[in-house]
């Protein structure tokens, strides 16, 4: 059964389904404000200090660059007591002028793998003696420019994180993975200044900010939902011009 996920931002529609063993998909969709090629450029690169800084990954790195729109990239996540490492080869592919599609996919190590056998040894070494099992992730965005600094974007994540792992963790990590893909729509948000603001995006904004819908979900004590509103203040351009013109706010 699918399950309507409620995230912080109204401009979102989120739904996953959890399959049991490990294993589950989801999708959300949105439109954000944001130039087609910085809307590309946010999610093709991988290894950014925004989603090191947003999505909590252990480690988040670019392996190889196999040809001018391919790459391996390579994270690893905890799900629940469990760590797990996702392998992928990344590609852009240019649908027409309005529309890309970035993939991603799970690396067969034996066939798509150009290190050295010496190197293959030496990393598989790491894995085994740190107890890090291998998940599968399969994930494909794609943005459409509907106008000018328009872009809808459908993020589609399937994962297969073992048959050891529960159906709330499984649930968990949907969310999580899902989550990185609003997260797109927040970092552009708050990119926009005061005299660009429209209303979609003044409702997005808000709701990041306020208590029941916002990020921290009511799981965050009053002081820190104060600091998270600091934050926000701090972070967005259009409310930086708005504490400048009334200090008070």
Request: charged residues 35%.
């Given at each position: 059964v699918m399950e309507k996920v409620e995230g912080a931002f109204p401009l979102s529609d989120t739904w996953l389904k959890v399959e049991g063993q490990g294993k589950?998909?989801?999708?959300?969709?949105?439109v954000m404000e944001a130039s087609f090629?910085?809307?590309?450029?946010?999610?093709?690169?991988?290894?950014?200090?925004?989603?090191?800084?947003?999505?909590?990954?252990?480690?988040?790195?670019?392996?190889?660059?196999?040809?001018?729109?391919?790459?391996?990239?390579?994270?690893?996540?905890?799900?629940?007591?469990?760590?797990?490492?996702?392998?992928?080869?990344?590609?852009?592919?240019?649908?027409?002028?309005?529309?890309?599609?970035?993939?991603m996919e799970p690396v067969k190590e034996s066939k798509e793998r150009t290190a050295a056998p010496a190197q293959i040894h030496a990393r598989n070494s790491t894995r085994n003696s740190s107890k890090v099992k291998e998940a599968e992730e399969n994930v494909q965005i794609t943005l459409k420019k509907n106008v000018e600094k328009e872009i809808k974007v459908e993020f589609v994540t399937r994962l297969n994180l073992g048959n050891k792992i529960s159906n709330d963790v499984t649930r968990n990590a949907l969310k999580k993975h899902l989550d990185e893909a609003a997260e797109a729509e927040r970092y552009f948000t708050i990119l926009i200044t005061?005299?660009?603001?429209?209303?979609?995006?003044?409702?997005?904004?808000?709701?990041?900010?306020?208590?029941?819908?916002?990020?921290?979900?009511?799981?965050?004590?009053?002081k820190d939902w104060e600091r998270h509103m600091e934050m926000v203040c701090k972070e967005s351009s259009a409310l930086r011009e708005v504490v400048k013109k009334y200090p008070w706010f």
């Open positions: 589950g998909w989801g999708k959300t969709t949105f090629l910085e809307a590309v450029a946010f999610f093709w690169n991988f290894d950014s200090r925004a989603h090191h800084d947003t999505t909590g990954d252990i480690e988040r790195v670019e392996e190889e660059q196999k040809r001018e729109w391919e790459k391996i990239v390579r994270r690893k996540q905890r799900f629940g007591k469990k760590v797990r490492e996702l392998t992928n080869v990344m590609k852009l592919h240019k649908i027409n002028k309005n529309t890309i599609v970035i993939t005061l005299d660009e603001m429209t209303k979609e995006a003044g409702e997005a904004l808000g709701a990041d900010m306020v208590w029941d819908g916002g990020q921290l979900g009511r799981q965050e004590s009053r």
